[in-house]
T-cell receptor, first 116, second 113 residues
Framework: KAGVTQTPRYLIKTRGQQVTLSCSPI?????VSWYQQTPGQGLQFLFE???????NKGNFPGRFSGRQFSNSRSEMNVSTLELGDSALYLC???????????????FGQGTRLTVV | SQQGEEDPQALSIQEGENATMNCSYK?????LQWYRQNSGRGLVHLIL?????REKHSGRLRVTLDTSKKSSSLLITASRAADTASYFC?????????????FGGGTRVLVKP
């Protein structure tokens, strides 16, 4: 079974630009979550999508958005990039069901975003 | 804010020794999960322990959970150089359906050959 795939692996953007990151979950997983990891704040939850609907949201500004497609692939977008958005962005998929059970998460290798 | 706080923040041991790290959390949980992260890479799930379990084993890993103290520990026995990584505990938000995980700050483990 293929794991979680994130693209691109590395990205350099300029302040003010926008960026889109992609995540392909494990086949059969309908839950996809996004996390931001920085040295200062650690791992922080951005949002979770289940069956094309945002099920949970973290405490990030509206510049951070996401979506999920019918094949469970997910994208996250960050608009008007700031230097502080430089981070490792991790995507995770799980077999969590519509009942909302919490299960183990399978993470991708991440996208390293650098904002200059 | 972080639900889980790990202790110690860093740990250096010799190959073959045991490594123990602790995690404390603040609110009620239905399960607690441990993950490993090799430098700059994705997280790997190690163990999930449910709130009605006190201890769980997986290979060289042993996890305990004390819900009365809101704490968990991860023990790695007979450590190897390949165990060098950061280890995180994570708890799902009991008020939210699904997989909204809150991570601790992590313990950096260095296993010297």
């Amino acid at each position: 079974k293929a794991g979680v795939t994130q693209t691109p692996r590395y990205l350099i953007k300029t302040r003010g630009q926008q960026v889109t990151l992609s995540c392909s979950p494990i086949s059969g997983h309908r839950s996809v979550s996004w996390y931001q990891q920085t040295p200062g704040q650690g791992l922080q939850f951005l949002f979770e999508y289940f069956s094309e609907t945002q099920r949970n949201k973290g405490n990030f500004p509206g510049r951070f958005s996401g979506r999920q497609f019918s094949n469970s692939r997910s994208e996250m977008n960050v608009s008007t990039l700031e230097l502080g958005d430089s981070a490792l962005y991790l995507c995770a998929s799980s077999s969590s069901t519509i009942q909302g059970d919490s299960t183990e998460a399978f993470f991708g290798q991440g996208t390293r975003l650098t904002v200059v | 804010s972080q639900q889980g706080e790990e202790d110690p923040q860093a740990l250096s041991i010799q190959e073959g020794e045991n490594a123990t790290m602790n995690c404390s959390y603040k609110t009620s949980i239905n399960n607690l999960q441990w993950y490993r992260q090799n430098s700059g890479r994705g997280l790997v799930h190690l163990i999930l322990i449910r709130s009605n379990e006190r201890e769980k084993h997986s290979g060289r890993l042993r996890v305990t959970l004390d819900t009365s103290k809101k704490s968990s520990s991860l023990l790695i026995t007979a450590s190897r150089a390949a165990d060098t990584a950061s280890y995180f505990c994570a708890t799902p938000d009991i008020k939210a359906a699904g997989n909204k995980l809150t991570f601790g700050g992590g313990t950096r483990v260095l296993v010297k050959p």
